[in-house]
């Protein structure tokens, strides 16, 4: 029997967005997995009342955060579940709550899929379902996301993956991928990856939607607010056509913060290459010097 791979969402004032998702792991996937979800201080009531019904129903573990701490949120559910001795030991899926899993494909489903292509290629440490462009292909507010989706999606080919950067969309990760003692997330993540191991998306299969992006049309006010305070706070990137739609002392908050707070999680980050290098030098500098070969 396999052993169940933890899928964790981070969510906050979407709830319309968590159902579909949330109703799409459940009707799609078929590979044993258990659903964690991390609300970050959500003030939707709305929200507060679907998560419940979640967790009264046990169709997942709720966790809910006293504050908005963006990608730390999911630290909560992944100390839950580093402890649980029935849940992989080697992956776990981390996915915003706005994502729609795909339908499987041949009766096999995206997580049974995405954990293949793992076992298959050692060299990949995070593997992301690739996302369905056709929703942003015409439209003009998205030309740079979807001129960027498209470069990303022309990189180089493993195994029908293409080695492509992945954010906090839905993603497999490897246990030991960052060069931290242990799995968790920071501000920074993706530049705490051990240099053997590579990002990839899925290609011409298996492809997710995402509904985020329909929100960035009618943006709700306060909620664009509070996010690019956090964004700000946890070195995060702000399009300047989303600091336009908010008021003045809000941008100039990120204007004047942003650089002190990129400053700290960058010394962040080089502290923790800086344990996981010295130990290995020059014995480990092969492994250090992996991808620039």
Known sequence: MSIPIAIVLLTKDEPDFLEQTVHAIIDRTNYPYELFIVDNHSNSNKQKKLLNKYKEKKLAHVIFNNKNQWVLGFNKAIEVINNRRDLSSRYVVLSDGDIVVPNPINQICWLQYLKYKMDGNVIVGKLGLSLDHKPIQSDKQFIKAYESESRYMSGPIVDDLVIAPVDTTLAI?????????????????????RPYYYTCRTTSSYKANHLGWGNCKKPNKEQLKEK?????RYAGNVDPVVLSDVSRKIRYFHKVFRHMFRAYWFLR???????YIVPRFPR???EIQFKHR
């Open 173 to 193: 990760y490897r246990k030991d991928l960052f060069v931290i003692n242990k799995f968790k997330m920071l501000p920074g993540h993706a530049s705490l990856i």
């Open 228 to 232: 690019i305070i956090c964004f700000t």
């Open 269 to 275: 980050v080089g502290f923790y290459w800086v344990l």
């Open 284 to 286: 480990g500098l092969n």
